[in-house]
Structure formats: C-alpha cells, structure tokens
C-alpha cells in the first residue's frame, strides 16, 4: 500500500545498514581506531597514541591530486593515498559500486550531488550525521548542507554547490538592443527579437541532454519532485512548477525562439563558438570552464541572476556541484572527516585546488568566496566580480529540494524523451512523465515505500 512502512522506506530507515557492514570492517564500532591496529583491507588504522593512519580517496575532480599533497605536506598523522577516476555513471559510479560490493571501497569518495540518495541507499555511503560537528556545520551554507541531509541524517559533506545563472554575450546583446532579462517573460521577448532580426541566431539552447537542467528550471519555480514525508518516497515530477516550466519551453522550441539540440555536444560547441547562441544558463562553475573552452571571446561575455517567475519571490535552482563521502568500507571515519573538513573549508586546500588551472566553483563553505574571487581572473568576464553575484544566487538556492533515488536511471529516460521531442516525436512535458513512470519500478525494485502523484 502507498505510504506503508517497508523494510527501506526512506534513509531513515537504512541508516543503520550501512553501518553493520562498517563496524565489522572498524573492529565493533570503532574499537580498532582507538587501540590502533589494521584493518581487514590492509590500511592502518589510527589510534590516539599518534600512530600514522592512511586513507584512501577516489575522485573525478581536477586538482584533487593538487590538494591531497597540500594536505599531506602539512599532516604527519594522516596520509591520503589518492586514486584520480573517471567521471560520470559509467567511469567512476560504477567502479565504485564494484568495490563497494567487493568490500573494497575507498575510505572517501567524491558524489555529485544527485547522487548522494542513491549511494546512501545502497549502503556505499556511511551515516556521518555524528560525525558533522556544529563547527562544520557554521562552516557550510546551509542550502548545500540541506542536499545531502535526508530526515536529518548526514551522507556526505558538500565542497561546492553551483547556482544556475546566465552567461549572456554583452557584444550581440548590444547588437539586438536588448537588456538583460529580470523575468522569464521578458527572456521569451528577447527571444522573439532575436529571431525575427536574424535567421541564424537564436537566444539560447534547450538541450535534449539536459535533465539537470530541467531539474533546475523546475526547482527555481517551485519544484519537489521528491520527498519523504509519511515515511515514503513520494514522487511528483510533473507537478505544477515544472508543467508550468515544460510549457514554457515548450513555447519556445514550437515557435523556432531557442535552438532545441543535445549541448554536450559538437554541434553546441559550434554554436556557442560562431556565435549563435546570445545566453547559455548554467552553474557558476561554468564561467571558468567557458574561459578555458574559449579564450578567443574573451571580453564577449557577461553573467547575470537567471530570470525570475515573480521577482518578489526570488529563487534559483542549482546545476552541478559534489559532495565527498565517507564510505561504509572506511576504517577510520575520524580521519577520513578531518581531511574532508580541510578539503572543504581550509584556504590552503581551495588554493591548492585552483593552482591545477583556472576554476570559477562558488564554494560551500562562504568563508572561501574571498580566495577564490582573489584567484579568479575578471579580465575574461570584463572585469565583473563574478563572485559577488554567486553569492548573491546562492542564498537565493530555494531549500527543501530533495534528489532522488535513482537520478541515473530518471535522467536517461528524460534524455532519451527530449531527444525525441526534438525530432517531433513527443513533447517536454512527455518525457518528464516518462521519466517519473520510468522511475518508480526502480524504487519499488530498492524495497522503498513509494507514492506517485500522477498529473
């Protein structure tokens, strides 16, 4: 029956689980930690005699081998072995799984955050809600802790969390007459000038590859496609904010005002590189990667707030961001949280991260924004404080939003209805549907209580 307790009802329920496969691995609950000794994979475990412990840490993010040297230079109790991975479902998430199930897992790994649920689920990542001090808390922007607490349990802590905003070129805004757009309704108006003064341009991408964006769109209006109330995953991926955001969109591609193609992609490349996209919206850590990709528009570029549905009641949804966890597998969640707490909060350790290249991440911990605005270069951006205008956005992150349990699979299945929609096959709004009734054998398969609001 919808809304009955089953044996993985929520995270909640399960955070006990993945601790019967930790405290073997800890010797009873962390008894080996405090006596010293070695664990069962062969790492040294610490002990309060000062004995050496190495951790081990997986990561897809540049720079992360940049940082674990700063850190080990300046530790002599903790070591960190690090291992760089791949990134994306298939590269780094699968072979985690792998060594999670082999028992093998490393003692700290790197998640995005959509899928933190997932991998808490699963039992690959330790309850650590104990472990998350006040202190660390203080630290951290309280929008980006709230994405990976689950019924008040901790999964993992964030390093980043990205605001969606607007990447606009100032020279064909300029050229069009147009100002930035305060609302959705004055971006479509922009978008009509656009394409009834030029036959190739357009003023911005839907892009069929685009779940998380969509996501983002929905959150900012006002969005839940998940929650756990009444002790159940409840689903709702069409309701009301995001049929309002599919039918706007929707709009837009019918009536030929934004292009409608996959922008992971060449074809995105050579749209964005001649020109022929005025806006782009994503994350703040985009404004770094656009420097790298294309350092010949330079000065071309501006970034702003995204549109509002009502400017009286700001909000923004995030796109991109990861979080680190601590593993079921880890023999030391002590230290494995001391070097993650460094890694996430110590200016020595954004440092570190920012000297492997250019980077515009908008950090979780606020006390960071100054070194990274100190490290940026605005000479790309026209000299605008890029980072003043994160920090903006990311208080106006709206809070509540909750990933769920499986946005791998959800994501394909929205990807593979966009893509459809593109060629005339379908709708937006159809492969969100889709992808909520593809969601929830997934979920009923995890043993999870599961609603559907149907609409």
């Known amino acids: ?15 006990a689980l993945p601790l019967t496969g930790a405290l073997s691995a800890c010797g009873g609950g962390g008894g080996d930690t405090r006596s010293g000794g070695t664990s069962s994979t062969g790492r040294t475990v610490s002990s309060r005699t000062g004995r050496k412990t190495r951790i081990t840490f997986w990561s897809a993010l540049r720079g992360s081998q940049e940082v674990v040297d700063a850190f080990n230079r300046g530790h002599d109790t903790i070591q960190v072995d690090f291992q760089q991975i791949p990134g ?3 590269g780094g998430y699968a072979k985690l799984s792998n060594a999670a199930r082999a028992g093998n897992a490393p003692d700290i790994a790197t998640l995005e955050y959509p899928q933190v649920p997932g991998f808490a689920i699963d039992g690959v990542c330790r309850d650590i809600t104990d472990l998350v001090g006040d202190g660390l808390r203080a630290k951290l922007l309280p929008q980006a802790l709230g994405l990976t607490t689950f019924e008040k349990r ?3 802590v964030p390093l980043d969390v990205e605001p969606m905003v607007l990447h606009y070129r100032t020279d064909l805004f300029e050229r069009y007459g147009l100002t930035v757009p305060r609302t959705w309704d004055d971006f479509e108006d922009a978008a009509r000038t656009v394409r009834d003064k030029s036959d190739d341009r357009r003023m911005a991408l839907f892009p069929t590859d685009g779940d998380n964006h969509v996501a983002a769109y929905a959150w900012q209006a006002g969005a839940q496609w998940f929650d756990t ?9 069409a309701d009301a904010p995001t049929r309002r955001v599919a039918a706007y969109w929707q709009r837009l591609t019918d009536e030929d005002l934004v292009f409608m193609n996959a922008v992971e992609s060449r074809h995105s490349d050579v ?41 009286a009641d700001p909000g923004v949804g995030t796109h991109g961001g990861s979080t680190f966890a601590v593993t079921r597998d880890c023999a030391d969640p002590e230290a494995a949280m001391e070097f993650i707490e460094w890694q996430i909060s110590h200016p020595d350790a954004l440092r570190a991260r920012l000297s492997s290249g250019a980077s515009s991440q908008y950090p979780a911990a606020p006390d960071l924004v100054d070194v990274g605005r100190k490290a940026f ?14 920090e903006q956005e990311a208080h106006k992150i709206r809070p509540g939003w909750v990933w769920g349990p ?4 959800t994501g394909r299945i929205m990807k593979d209805g966009l893509a459809r929609a593109s060629g005339g096959q379908g709708s937006i709004l159809g492969a969100i549907r889709a992808a909520q009734e593809g969601t929830m054998p997934d979920l009923k398969a995890l043993g999870l209580s599961t609603t559907q609001r149907s609409t």
């Open 154 to 156: 901790v999964f993992s």
């Open 88 to 90: 994306g479902a298939q």
């Open 229 to 237: 109330a009444g002790g159940a995953w409840n689903v709702s991926l």
């Open 406 to 409: 499986r946005m791998t699979a």
């Open 1 to 15: 029956m919808p809304g009955r307790q089953s044996r993985r009802s929520v995270l909640a329920t399960i955070a």
């Open 271 to 311: 749209q964005i590189g001649n020109g022929l996209v005025l806006s782009r919206f994503s994350g703040a850590w985009d404004a770094g990667a656009q420097m790298k990709a294309r350092p010949g528009q330079k000065g071309q570029w501006a970034i702003a707030p995204s549109p509002q549905w009502d400017p």
């Open 377 to 390: 270069d605005r000479s790309y951006y026209g000299g605008q404080d890029i980072y003043t205008l994160f």
